[in-house]
């Protein structure tokens, strides 16, 4: 009973931590027209429908909180960026070999094979953290 529990968890985290990725990248890409300087002040959104499963992937952050919870918050979020820049370069990889990644990184300075880019690690760990506070039980 207790594993079917922790599914049916699982399940729920993962659709929340997809909307709410897919949301923080609408944010985050519609306010690149700004930093870009372009004369669009509609400030378009770009996401892909890939980027669901794979901002879904933060729901196994509870598990890793339960690891972690003593650990400091930097500490935990640089836990939180590794485990997103393993994620993010595994599926790039993978959606790449396909012709199906919707990022590319390639001509950014501190990129990794164009999948990844060192210079978001305080995003990611930002982002972690948030969605340790999404899921976890937790008063802050």
Aim: charged share 20%.
């Amino acid at each position: 009973m207790h594993f079917f529990h922790s599914v049916g968890h699982f399940c729920s985290d993962f659709i929340r931590c997809g909307f709410t990725g897919w949301c923080l990248e609408c944010f985050w890409t519609g306010l690149h027209s700004v930093k870009n300087h372009t004369k669009d002040n509609r400030l378009f959104c770009r996401t892909s429908v890939w980027m669901f499963p794979i901002y879904g992937l933060a729901a196994v952050i509870p598990a890793v909180y339960n690891k972690i919870k003593e650990k400091s918050a930097v500490v935990r979020g640089l836990i939180y960026a590794t485990g997103i820049f393993f994620c993010e370069f595994t599926t790039g990889v993978l959606l790449k070999r396909h012709n199906a990644c919707p990022w590319d990184y390639s001509k950014a300075k501190l990129n990794y094979k164009g999948v990844i880019r060192l210079d978001y690690a305080p995003c990611w760990a930002l982002a972690g953290l948030l969605f340790e506070r999404l899921l976890c039980k937790k008063k802050l």
